[in-house]
């Protein structure tokens, strides 16, 4: 499940946004300081402007400071380690922009604080400022995301094509095509936007909630009350941090060898274990689960009994009837097809049916907003054209709209950067690809704009991104087209990641629009700062992963700690779009048909019967993730879960204001443990201890054995 699943995340940054409540602060701290600096009005009777209205807004040159750049490398390199970790275990990626936002305010407010006691400060820390670190760093780490380590461009290896087997069509990661691969694709996306975006945040008025979500962060921040709460939430944020280092830290010395240490601890029992249902004691997926909404870890866990409970062992029972029981499980003719098909049949259902609502709400809410425009002709108005409105603007929106036209990003210049990057994809992709010819590029640039403006203006209506849904339409339609003998299996997978990272940087560069204008942070900083953040997560990205790839021998194998479960996925949707249904074992077909269509049908349930009874209907998609890999990460999801619940029973504004940083330091601390572990795995030193558990049977055969050759 990547950012386009978990739909309902963004209620979760506005809670920790919105919180006013004084229980959030200390016992002695003086509540009547929250509206100190004004005598005379009241801060909560001011608009957000209003209240900003005395600092002068830093031209877009000076928002682009070379501290912000800094702090955004330092942060891209964290927040990279953990979605490439989440990326290689589960693909279940939550949103980071609190926590981005925040630990950007935190480090420059502190540099600005040292610069200020040592007389070296010559500009002071501005909310414009914090935008741009906070474009930067999601920028940057989103490519750990698009750029498909976990699924796609991993899905290339020899390694996954020997899961699926099929081994006459692979390409073994490098770093050096990895690179360059991400330098030409990645870019494309946001010139393919910019001329629109004054008619996705003034025109249309387009809500981008995570986009919302995080202006309203970081406007928070700049004032005084946010600033004290910013302090409290990045406290909690450093202690839960270390736990959650040390943690891991501690865990690793009884890893000695396979199938060891905490993560393997059968807490529900041996057999159970077996079927994957355990709680394996990481930081980071319970932190997770108090991220994502309840019903996301509710579906996970119910998909994982549904599969691992039900499903596997009955099929299991099949052998010799449904498929060669003298084959391995792993063998995709075996069980192992039916828990890859099955889970892609869901996903693909989930998808499609996502896919056609959002396109039909784009194109309904397109073409009523059109409609209520007096507009002389009939064209689509650019960014240069005048605003029409029929009612008066705010102040806010006035002060916004008047910042945000200031600051043109020539239309010519979009274009132009368009064509040439284009241009040189074009000639550049089929070197590192022979399969993926030129002209399936070329159809795929003519038609990447209106996709990626779908993608955008989709995502501003529902705060959905389907970068991954237009990446396997890629897969199925140029790996058909290019047909097994040519190489389709690759060509559907490089064709994927093209498509996958225009539509992704699209969506991704509105959200920040928005989020820049509701801060008054000017379109081009915005630009370049994305930008900037593209081009490190390029270099960032490959480098952290090629260090996994390195460190672990077993990447991508079941029996991995990292085993990228989606890059089997991904293989075989690539393998079913170009050598059909023969392959697939008995039965398997019509399981996936019948999965197919639930997925399908729980959707028009889930908005049939409205948002607040579909609100406990549970996600086909998030059902789905379970059906490969297991449900232990379920477990540790809903503990998080748990704790958050009870912890809102016990003091609801606290745990609204700090939840969120609980669980990034959770998240951050586990996730930045992998560098060390990696590090310590390239240099050949092994845990010292091996701990692992045995039934009493098994644990006497061993005692004997040890006993007899002693």
């Given amino acids: 499940m990547g950012r386009e699943e978990d739909e309902a995340a963004v209620h979760n940054h506005q809670n920790a946004i919105e919180v006013r409540n004084d229980n959030v602060y200390d016992d002695d701290d003086d509540p009547n300081q929250k509206n100190k600096g004004n005598d005379t009005v009241p801060a909560a009777a001011l608009s957000v402007e209003q209240i900003f209205a005395s600092q002068e807004v830093p031209s877009w040159q000076d928002q682009l400071t070379v501290r912000a750049f800094v702090v955004s490398f330092v942060l891209s390199i964290l927040f990279t380690f953990i979605v490439m970790k989440l990326n290689l275990t589960t693909g279940i990626i939550p949103s ?106 003034i025109d249309f008025k387009l809500t981008y909630p995570s986009g919302t979500a995080t202006a309203h962060l970081i406007n928070s921040f700049h004032t005084p009350e946010g600033a004290k709460l910013a302090k409290k939430q990045v406290r909690t944020l450093g202690k839960f941090f270390s736990l959650s280092f040390f943690w891991g830290f501690f865990q690793w010395f009884y890893t000695a060898a396979d199938d060891c240490g905490f993560a393997n601890f059968p807490t529900l029992g041996l057999k159970a274990y077996e079927n994957k249902f355990y709680f394996d004691f990481s930081s980071t997926y319970v932190g997770v689960g108090m991220i994502c909404p309840y019903i996301v870890n509710i579906s996970v866990l119910l998909g994982g009994i549904l599969s691992w409970g039900v499903m596997w062992p009955l099929i299991e029972n099949r052998k010799g009837d449904w498929f060669d029981e003298k084959l391995k499980p792993s063998n995709m003719h075996a069980l192992q097809g039916y828990k890859v098909f099955i889970a892609i049949a869901i996903i693909l259902g989930d998808g499609l049916y996502n896919f ?92 990447a704009p209106a996709l990626a403006f779908c993608n955008a203006y989709g995502c501003g209506l529902t705060d959905w991104s389907l970068a991954s849904t237009y990446g396997k339409l890629a897969i199925f339609t140029i790996g058909a087209w290019a047909g097994a003998s040519n190489g389709g299996v690759l060509a559907g997978l490089a064709a994927c990641g093209v498509m996958m990272n225009i539509v992704s940087t699209a969506s991704d560069l509105t959200q920040d629009f928005k ?3 509701l801060t008054l942070a000017s379109p081009r900083s915005m630009f370049f700062s994305q930008v900037i953040g593209t081009a490190m997560g390029c270099i960032i990205s490959p480098c952290v992963f090629w260090l996994f790839y390195n460190a672990y021998d077993n990447l991508g194998k079941p029996s991995s700690p990292y085993p990228a479960p989606f890059a089997v996925v991904y293989r075989n949707m690539a393998i079913l779009g170009v050598e059909g249904f023969g392959s697939l074992p008995r039965y398997c ?31 086909p998609m998030a059902m789905a993730i379970p059906f490969y890999i297991g449900s232990y990460f379920a477990i540790d999801m809903c503990i998080g879960s748990l704790i958050l619940f009870i912890w809102t029973k016990i003091n609801k504004a606290k745990a609204e204001a700090f939840a969120p940083a609980v669980a990034s330091g959770l998240i951050c601390g586990d996730g930045i443990w992998t560098l060390p572990a990696s590090i310590l795995a390239l240099a050949g030193i092994k845990p010292p201890i091996c701990m692992k558990f045995l039934s009493g049977k098994d644990n006497a055969k061993v005692d004997g054995f040890l006993s007899s050759s002693s």
Avoid at 375 to 382: H, R
Avoid at 420 to 428: D, E, K, L
Avoid at 609 to 618: A, L, Q, T, V
Wanted: net charge positive; with cysteine.
């Fill in 589 to 619: 077909l019509l399981l996936c048909y019948i999965f197919f269509g639930i997925a399908i049908a729980v959707n028009l349930i889930k908005d049939f019967i409205g948002k607040d009874k579909g609100k406990y209907i549970p996600i």
């Fill in 96 to 201: 980071l922009n609190v926590s981005a936002g925040l630990l950007g305010f935190f480090f420059v407010k502190t540099w600005t604080k040292i610069a200020s006691k040592s007389g070296l400060l010559k500009q002071p820390f501005t909310r414009q400022e914090n935008t741009v670190i906070q474009t930067c760093v999601v920028a940057s780490s989103g490519i750990a995301f698009s750029g498909g380590f976990g699924s796609y461009l991993f899905g290339m290896s020899e390694s996954v094509a020997k899961q699926s087997s099929d081994t006459n069509d692979y390409k073994n990661p490098s770093l050096g095509w990895i690179i360059g691969f991400l330098f030409v694709v990645s870019f494309l996306g946001l010139f393919s936007v910019v001329p629109l975006r004054k008619i996705m945040i």
């Fill in 356 to 447: 056609v609502k959002v396109l039909t709400r784009t194109l309904s809410g397109l073409y009523n907003q059109l409609q209520e425009k007096d507009v002389a002709d009939s064209s689509l108005p650019v960014a240069d054209r005048p605003s029409y409105t029929k009612e008066e603007p705010s102040f806010d929106d006035q002060r916004r709209t008047q910042l945000f036209l200031k600051d043109q990003i020539s239309v010519w210049f979009a274009l132009g950067g368009y064509v040439a990057i284009a241009a040189i994809s074009i000639g550049t992709l089929p070197h590192i690809f022979p399969q993926l010819k030129w002209y399936y590029i070329v159809v795929i640039y003519i038609f």
């Fill in 515 to 517: 989020t820049g204008y």
